[in-house]
């Protein structure tokens, strides 16, 4: 494993373990606690595909005419990557990008998808997404979790971009969290099933195959350079330090009623 990378994760390591241990996950335990938790989580599940097609369009060359751009190794890498989030399949082998997946699981468990959906209208239509989170009337957290990701898009350099898709948006879902999932599913038939299939999904491809493509992305786009490795990881400790503040305000909103 390359040296600079275990230097990376070591150092993450504190933040992400907060993450990985948060109390927001031992707290829902309610179908409408689920759904509060996915009108939130959305966003940051949107604004993921964002990140990725920044690197995309700085990485290969998404233009004509076309030219070669960059190394053969990166543009294999960050394709396929795309290829898996914007087109993978559901559980009947139709395809769907990971967003829409989980807004059809969303829809499965009666969750509210007006906002999420109605932000995609605005964009759409050229309002920007700093806009069209203001008119939207979104949660604090949530806007400043998203402009974050925006601001690492519009004014950081390709390979901390690329770091903070890699480590700091990479998987941070716990066993706990799979497990309650599944106590929620057998209590409401056929009302998670989607969303099991999400996660499990979410998991096989994003915490293992693409895990490693994104790693050696990073790896190629960083080399031996020190600064660039120190800037990666300075901004994928900030944006592990964005989720947090995102869950703990997800937690603050969750219901307190016990629901049947």
């Known amino acids: 494993m390359n040296a ?3 230097e990376l994760k070591e150092r993450i390591s504190p933040i992400r373990q907060q993450l990985v241990e948060h109390p927001l996950y031992a707290n829902m335990q309610t179908m409408e606690q689920l759904k509060t938790f996915t009108q939130w989580h959305v ?3 949107w604004d993921f595909m964002s990140l990725l097609k920044s690197l995309q369009i700085n990485l290969t060359c998404t233009t004509t005419p076309w030219v070669p751009k960059g190394s053969a190794n990166t543009r294999y890498l ?3 990557i795309v290829l898996g989030e ?3 399949v ?3 082998g139709n395809r769907a990008s990971h967003f829409e997946l989980y807004l059809q699981a969303m829809q499965q468990m009666g969750a509210g998808t007006q906002l999420i959906e109605q932000l995609i209208v605005y964009l759409q239509n050229g309002v920007s997404v700093a806009s069209a989170l203001d008119k939207l009337q979104t949660p604090n957290a949530v806007k400043d979790f998203v402009n974050h990701s925006f601001r690492v898009i519009e004014q950081q350099s390709i390979y901390v971009q690329a770091a903070v898709f890699t480590f700091g948006r990479e998987d941070l879902i716990p066993d706990m969290f799979i497990g309650i999932v599944k106590e929620l599913s057998a209590a409401h038939a ?4 989607l969303f099991k299939y999400y996660l499990e999904r979410h998991i096989e491809v994003d915490g293992g195959h693409h895990s490693h493509l994104a790693m050696e992305m990073v790896s190629e786009l960083c080399g031996n350079d020190p600064i660039k490795w120190e800037a990666a990881t300075t901004a994928t400790i900030e944006a592990l330090e964005q989720r947090k503040r995102l869950w703990d305000a997800v937690l603050a909103h969750l219901p307190k009623e ?3």
């Open 78 to 80: 960050i394709n396929e």
């Open 4 to 6: 600079f990378i275990e």
């Open 43 to 45: 966003f940051a599940v």
């Open 258 to 260: 016990v629901m049947a």
């Open 190 to 193: 056929g009302k998670l099933n």
């Open 86 to 88: 914007e087109s993978d």
């Open 90 to 92: 559901d559980e009947e």
